[in-house]
């Protein structure tokens, strides 16, 4: 609607019949915001040079444990023959999008009409997949038994990290000390410290920031998150807050940790064609594929924890 006019008086505004006065279209859009992704920061791709070309599975090998035993004068020497078992990484899953632009409206358009869908696009697959890996059921059952549940950790089972049944309550004064606790399980797991990570949920990274981080050193900031508002590094994990981890319900959810060693990715074909178009059809048509796989390879280098918001 344009600027009110008085009766009588004429109308110059562009939908007016004198049209004086233009209507202006920006050449900017409206600022699209999308959810942050960090599938590639959690997970390894240590395979996936293996099988982008070729291959539809690659079979992952990996060292047997050797055993010890004690020994004394006089006794007899048996051996064994170390084997493991191999695992096979799959490329098994596949997303797609496909846009069709009419030739008429890219030219008359003043936006670049295809790089803005197709930019969008690229966005949205990424999204899609991290959706998708951390709604998986096979990542939680793959697991470890002692990276879980009422009982987590790996030598004293000292750690309740939450059931679907009976979350932790989280709040602002015991969030620290279930991180710390997170470390500890990973720590007799005898996961390396480098690496480690933390997916969180956003109310969660908010109860960190409201935490008593007065020490600037458990996140290796010389601020502490009170000042600067940022969640960085506590306690060897760098946290990564996310829209797209997996909710059991309205009120229970889910907190990852682990380390990038625990799941590998692959990408075997990332595609993106221009196809010709039917020969009654003036248009352009783009689409992309992406097929790839993941596989846990060290079910006790990642864990989750059931939480609720107190």
Not at 143 to 157: D, E, H, I, R
Not at 182 to 198: I, Y
């Amino acid at each position: 609607m344009t600027y009110p006019y008085a009766a009588g008086y004429p109308d110059y505004s562009s939908t007016g019949s004198a049209k004086f006065i233009p209507q202006i279209w920006s050449s900017k859009t409206i600022v699209k915001w999308y959810e942050y992704t960090f599938l590639s920061r959690i997970t390894n791709t240590d395979y996936e040079g293996e099988i982008r070309n070729q291959g539809d599975s690659v079979i992952i090998r990996s060292v047997p444990d050797t055993t010890v035993v004690d020994h004394s004068i006089g006794q007899t020497v048996t051996y064994e023959r170390p084997v493991s078992s191999a695992l096979t990484l799959l490329i098994d899953k596949g997303k797609r999008w496909a846009i069709e632009l009419d030739d008429i409206v890219a030219a008359q358009s003043d936006l670049p009409l295809l790089t803005k869908f197709t930019d969008d696009a690229a966005m949205q697959l990424k999204i899609s997949i991290e959706y998708s890996f951390l709604n998986d059921s096979s990542i939680y059952s793959g697991m470890g038994t002692y990276m879980q549940g009422a009982t987590a950790g790996n030598k004293t089972q000292l750690f309740n990290l939450g059931t679907t049944g009976s979350p932790i309550t989280l709040n602002a004064t015991n969030v620290l000390d279930y991180i710390i606790d997170f470390g500890t399980v990973l720590d007799e797991a005898l996961v390396p410290e480098t690496g480690r990570w933390m997916m969180i949920p956003p109310w969660m990274a908010g109860m960190i920031k409201k935490s008593d981080l007065k020490d600037a050193s458990l996140t290796g900031d010389a601020k502490s998150p009170i000042r600067n508002g940022l969640i960085g590094s506590i306690d060897r994990f760098e946290l990564y807050c996310s829209n797209l981890m997996y909710a059991y319900s309205a009120t229970v959810f889910q907190v990852l940790f682990g380390h990038p060693a625990a799941i590998t990715l692959a990408t075997q074909i990332v595609k993106t064609q221009h196809i010709p178009t039917p020969s009654d059809a003036f248009a352009e048509r783009v689409r992309m594929l992406q097929v790839y796989g993941y596989k846990v390879l060290k079910s006790n280098a990642y864990g989750c924890m059931f939480v609720s918001k107190g």
